[in-house]
């Protein structure tokens, strides 16, 4: 297994269920769950949503000009990495490097 995976299950067994459930309120609160449903589906870890909605034309879609992150850096601060494999796979960009989404991470982590 290599350093970044090696991480990304380090930094998910870390992640409290609080930050996922804040997370997920504010998701609902801005209607961004039904905005935003490829970002949503990734922060929750839904890969069978991902593979219905993915396609090239969202796949690297940004969540609103305040966060500009994709799908992608969703999947991975959640410790989505099937997730974020089916977005690549769909189209979306690899991402060089790697911060998690401010507010909702309990660690810094980078990618080697």
């Known amino acids: 297994m290599d350093a970044a995976y090696q991480t990304l299950e380090l930094w998910q067994s870390q992640i409290e269920p609080t930050v996922n459930q804040s997370a997920d309120q504010m998701f609902k609160s801005k209607n961004w769950d039904a905005m935003f449903p490829l970002h949503y589906a990734a922060m929750k870890g839904d890969i069978e949503a991902i593979k219905n ?11 609103t ?8 850096q969703w999947a991975l601060s959640f410790g989505h990495l ?6 690549v796979k769909c189209g979306a960009s690899v991402l060089e ?10 660690k810094d982590v980078t990618i080697a």
């Open 82 to 87: 099937i997730c974020y494999g089916e977005l």
């Open 65 to 72: 000009p305040f966060f500009g992150s994709p799908a992608t």
């Open 53 to 63: 909605m993915c396609n090239p034309s969202n796949a690297d879609q940004p969540l």
């Open 97 to 106: 490097d790697f911060k998690p989404i401010i507010g909702f991470a309990t």
